[in-house]
């Protein structure tokens, strides 16, 4: 497909550096590596006629997702070659993508972690439910911290004070309040 071994090889070298950045969970980075190495790749087009490349099965939420983490979290919809698809469509070598995105979108489905064939895909799919479990295990936490104070007759903003967290941070070795508090 017209790429020298020396541009592959640090086209490889690139991905796993990203692959690293995006990935905390050891198990998962290898499974990406692998994930990588036995896929091929086809070429496809932006909506400006930029060349994008993509694992061979790739789908419309693997494109979301390569061009940036924000449109394949808001995307809706997509068209390839001026045709809407459905989100599982197969991409073709050559094929032109425009992603359809809204802001009302509620994020990304668990059911394209399977849809997906890339790891940079999958891995900013997962990225995402840890963000909004995470999210929610904080207010969780506030919600409780509240309802121990109320409870206990305690002035639930005296102890949320920043002199106060930084006590608590200390003692049992958060690096943030959000941390402690999802805990």
């Given amino acids: 497909n017209g790429v020298t071994p020396e ?5 490889a070298m690139h991905q796993l550096g990203v692959m690293s950045k ?3 969970d050891p198990t998962e980075f290898l499974d990406s590596v692998l994930f990588e190495i036995n896929s091929d790749e086809i070429y496809v087009f932006t909506p400006k006629g930029e060349v994008n490349a993509l694992p061979v099965g790739a789908t419309p939420v693997d494109f ?5 983490s924000a449109v394949g979290n808001r995307m809706v919809g997509a068209k390839v070659n001026g045709k809407l698809v459905p989100i599982d469509y197969g991409i073709q070598n050559g094929d032109r993508i425009e992603i359809i995105t809204s802001q009302n979108s509620r994020g990304p489905s668990r059911d394209w972690v399977k849809l997906v064939k890339s ?6 799919i997962n990225q995402w439910f ?11 936490g506030k919600e409780l911290l509240m309802a121990y104070a109320k409870s206990h007759d305690i002035d639930f903003n005296a102890i949320n004070r920043p002199e106060y967290q930084q006590k608590v941070l200390r003692r049992f070795g958060f690096h943030d309040w959000n941390n402690a508090l999802a805990t």
Avoid: C
């Fill in 119 to 124: 790891s940079q895909a999958r891995n900013k």
């Fill in 130 to 140: 840890r963000a909004q479990s995470k999210d929610e295990d904080i207010q969780r």
């Fill in 22 to 24: 995006e990935t905390e």
């Fill in 7 to 11: 541009e592959a090889g640090l086209r």
């Fill in 64 to 68: 979301a997702y390569s061009i940036h």
